[in-house]
């Protein structure tokens, strides 16, 4: 790791020193909405600064929700560097000719957070490139450099084909991740269902009925359904259709990894002219044999724009085990991946003690983080050569990103770097605020208060945002 600033959390600091008084804006909010104001947590501090402006409740530990995801980016930032890159590797195994291959093909990844469709397209046009156009054998999966016992996908919310629930795993192909789209089929008969990515292992059972009226209902009227959770192959559509909803879209996790990499390989590899005859199988390939073919991911710099921008969780936790995988060696795991974050704070000098952390991504009741701690982070980061690439992976208020449609009023839209978090009763918001005065101060804001994410908590973030950045 770099040497940088350590920003230490003593005890011992002279917090009286330091403004605790909430602003006049944020008392009102929680004032009108009956919320105490012990369960908010906030510190503001400069960039270059060794003393908040404003620090309340900072050493309590607090549901951060979706803003963890900043620890776990800037430590792999860091370790790992902004031109890091996840292989792929092929093998070839079987005899070759220089067109058919006589045998299995093998494919081992290591973790690629961002392997999507048109990644693995262009892999594959690589393929058809140097000459393979038939597999004679199977697919053979190597997904060792992970551990692949990641738990139970519904474990967070008993939603376990919701695509943000979607478990790690080391050749992870689109986040495992099918769009269905639904239209009024204009020939009069029903409604059409298109998939993309079309698995080519995945049934589609249409059960759907067309019917007129205004376009209402809880997901337009469609259930979906798994026949077999075992298998995740065979799904079914059924409900009223409403055809004033036409088009509607439905992104859902279906298959397991393997059948899921396959399915779409073997698609893919259709319409490129190519011929798979056999199966697929799952199994480590023999480590002393030279790859065929390497495929480089995005760089990591580009990958934790997408994270932290657009709040992705399965990217978020593909981190964590490559972070746990590359520092400790593999097969990554979560509880490798937060052990080294934990020994990075303790190197950074910062105190990990508020710290639980549960899957990096924040999708847990479980994690808990203070605002000390937080801002501490973004201190660190911001003295960092490395801070322009973590600033720009952060959603820019009011122009991109998962807060593209908040804090536009006025002039502050453009003024501030945030990663924003929301659960059942948090609200999180930590980043870097740019004040008319020139400064830029780390702020890092929690909530957790009884149904503050119905809409309080928003509030409450939008007025402490224009607090921050006019009187700081």
Not at 159 to 173: H, I
Not at 319 to 344: D, K, M, N, R, V
Request: aromatic share 8%; charged share 20%.
């Amino acid at each position: 790791m770099r040497d940088c600033l350590a920003f230490v959390t003593a005890a011992g600091l002279a917090f009286a020193a330091i403004a605790e008084e909430l602003p006049d804006p944020v008392n009102r909010i929680l004032a009108g909405h009956d919320i105490p104001a012990d369960g908010l947590s906030v510190v503001v501090q400069a960039v270059g600064s060794d003393i908040p402006v404003l620090s309340h409740n900072p050493l309590t530990p607090r549901n951060p929700a979706s803003t963890i995801k900043l620890l776990t980016t800037w430590v792999a930032l860091d370790e790992l560097g902004p031109t890091f890159r996840w292989p792929t590797e092929v093998y070839f195994l079987g005899n070759w000719d220089g067109r058919r291959l006589d045998g299995d093909l093998g494919i081992k990844g290591y973790g690629d957070p961002y392997l999507v469709t048109e990644e693995l397209w262009k892999l594959l046009r690589e393929l058809r490139r140097i000459g393979l156009e038939e597999i004679t054998g199977d697919l053979v999966i190597d997904s060792t450099y992970f551990d692949g016992n990641g738990g139970d996908p519904g474990e967070f919310d008993n939603q376990p084909y919701r695509t943000y629930n979607v478990l790690p795993d080391a050749l992870l192909v689109n986040f495992k991740a099918v769009r269905f789209q639904f239209l009024e089929d204009p020939g009069g008969n029903g409604v059409l269902i298109t998939a993309d990515p079309a698995p080519s292992d995945l049934t589609i059972e249409n059960d759907l009925d067309l019917i007129g009226g205004p376009c209402r209902g809880f997901q337009a009227g469609v259930a979906f359904n798994i026949r077999d959770d075992s298998t995740g192959r065979d799904v079914v559509f059924s409900g009223d259709f409403p055809a004033a909803c036409s088009p509607y879209s439905m992104t859902r996790s279906v298959l397991r990894h393997d059948t899921f990499a396959f399915g779409v390989f073997d698609t893919l590899w259709q319409q490129l002219g190519g011929q798979i005859r056999g199966g697929v199988r799952s199994e480590a390939i023999d480590e002393d044999l030279e790859p065929a073919l390497t495929w480089r991911s995005r760089p990591l710099a580009e990958v934790i724009r997408s994270i932290n921008k657009f709040s992705n969780n399965v990217m978020t936790r593909q981190l964590l085990y490559t972070l746990a995988a590359e520092q400790l060696g593999p097969p990554g795991t979560e509880a490798g991946g937060i052990e080294f974050i934990e020994s990075y704070l303790e190197r950074a000098g910062l105190d990990p003690e508020s710290l639980v952390l549960a899957n990096g991504a924040g999708l847990s009741r479980d994690t808990r983080i203070s605002a000390r701690l937080l801002a501490d982070i973004l201190l660190q980061a911001a003295a960092s050569p490395l801070n322009p690439e973590f600033l720009a992976s952060l959603s820019l208020g009011g122009l991109d990103g998962t807060t593209r449609n908040r804090f536009r009023r006025g002039a502050i839209a453009g003024s501030l770097h945030v990663k924003t978090g929301r659960l059942d009763h948090v609200s999180a918001l930590a980043g870097y605020v740019h004040a008319d005065s020139g400064a830029t101060y780390a702020v890092a804001l929690m909530l957790n208060a009884e149904d503050v994410h119905r809409g309080p908590g928003k509030e409450l973030q939008e007025a402490f945002v224009r607090w921050a950045r006019a009187a700081l």
